[in-house]
């Protein structure tokens, strides 16, 4: 492909971010003269982290497993527009070691199921309440200085040591003790027997994985003959200034502290590394998400990526094991560690941005340095192409 010089818009990163702006911009404009757009990615696929693998007929979703989940209606109906989609409740499992090396599962999220078989013999709402009670009013935490102690003023003993301490110290490599109380702002507990993960209106999976609805949206953005839109991946944003192309206007979706060399320091994050493993049994672990709750197991989770979606006629399973590490310069960024220190950085970078003449803007989780679902990407990605819609 030949591609040009100058472009109106670049889209640094093509994820469900990038994708969404592109989108919005080609769907609700109508141009004098043909709007050029750039997509470019350093990775060799679009999709970002939402992207999805054909592996022997299963969709792997390479970087985690993603589940969308909303009680947004527009969210909802929008992403529908680029592919199908089939109805999903997760019901995660957790896995526990006994200190005599057997192991136990229990239903998550915190729900009278898990009760009932941490508690043994008590089986009514009200016995399960008393229970934990009696527990938080033995611990007598009255001003929690860490995150052992806020969860168990919390939940109580038997779900912390359980269900949230060993999965916890791995996620982030330092003990509960250790860790701010402000990481656990609530641990959600329900005296109902329901193991529906999320309570959104809308939960989904599409039929044919992620990468095939975010292809779908470049692709609409291609229909319109004022719009002409450019793919280039295996591209960094540096090598433009090699090869000589450039934005009107930038939508970059990488860290703010990578796009400024790090220097004022870089931003902290958890990175996950994952393990995949093939197996021939059709049915390795009978569901998609299995968290380990112990620190016996390495891994923080297992997912068998062929039960988000189910396809007739697919042989063996594929299942990959995650292992939450401290993220280092060159490792994928995923979980910002959203401390006072960081956002105090955060902030000196985005001031020092704005103080810059400048044609960028950072957008989406990386961008922004947060926390973000697929459909506060969807939304917050709306609101910033609207801004472009010629009207």
Not at 137 to 155: F, R
Not at 200 to 224: A, C, H, L, R
């Amino acid at each position: 492909m030949q591609y040009l010089k100058n472009y109106d818009f670049i889209f640094v990163g093509a994820g469900l971010t990038n994708a969404t702006i592109a989108e919005t911009i080609a769907s609700n404009s109508r141009w004098d003269a043909k709007i050029k757009m750039l997509v470019i990615d350093r990775r060799n696929h679009i999709g970002g982290n939402c992207y999805t693998e054909k592996k022997n007929g299963i969709d792997v979703h390479t970087y985690g497993a993603h589940i969308f989940h909303t009680s947004n209606d527009f969210a909802a109906s929008y992403i529908q527009q680029f592919g199908e989609w089939s109805p999903f409740i997760n019901q995660p499992i957790a896995v526990f070691t006994q200190p005599d090396g057997t192991k136990r599962m229990y239903n998550m999220p915190f729900n009278m199921n898990t009760f009932v078989q941490l508690f043994p013999g008590l089986t009514t709402p009200d016995e399960i309440k008393a229970a934990i009670q009696k527990e938080i009013d033995e611990a007598g935490i009255k001003e929690p200085k860490n995150l052992a102690e806020q969860a168990i003023s919390m939940v109580g003993t038997t779900i912390f040591n359980t269900l949230v301490k060993g999965y916890t110290e791995k996620q982030w490599g330092r003990k509960c003790e250790d860790l701010p109380a402000s990481i656990i702002k609530r641990l959600p507990v329900r005296y109902t027997f329901d193991n529906n993960y999320f309570n959104d209106t809308y939960q989904m999976m599409p039929k044919d994985g992620y990468t095939s609805v975010i292809e779908n949206m470049f692709n609409e953005v291609n229909k319109y003959d004022d719009i002409r839109l450019d793919i280039m991946l295996d591209t960094p944003y540096q090598k433009l200034a090699e090869l000589g192309i450039k934005g009107k206007r930038v939508f970059y979706s990488g860290g703010i502290d990578e796009f400024y060399g790090y220097k004022f320091g870089a931003l902290k994050y958890r990175s996950v590394k994952f393990k995949e493993k093939e197996f021939k049994s059709d049915n390795v672990q009978g569901c998609p998400v299995c968290n380990y709750t112990s620190t016996d197991v390495p891994y923080t989770r297992s997912i068998e990526h062929k039960w988000f979606c189910p396809h007739d006629g697919t042989k063996g399973s594929i299942v990959s094991y995650e292992y939450s590490s401290e993220w280092k310069k060159g490792m994928e960024p995923y979980y910002p560690v959203n401390d006072e220190a960081n956002q105090a950085l955060y902030a000196k970078y985005v001031q020092h941005h704005e103080s810059q003449p400048t044609n960028v803007q950072f957008v989406g989780r990386l961008g922004t340095y947060s926390y973000m679902d697929m459909d506060d990407c969807i939304l917050a990605a709306r609101q910033i192409g609207r801004r472009y819609v010629d009207k």
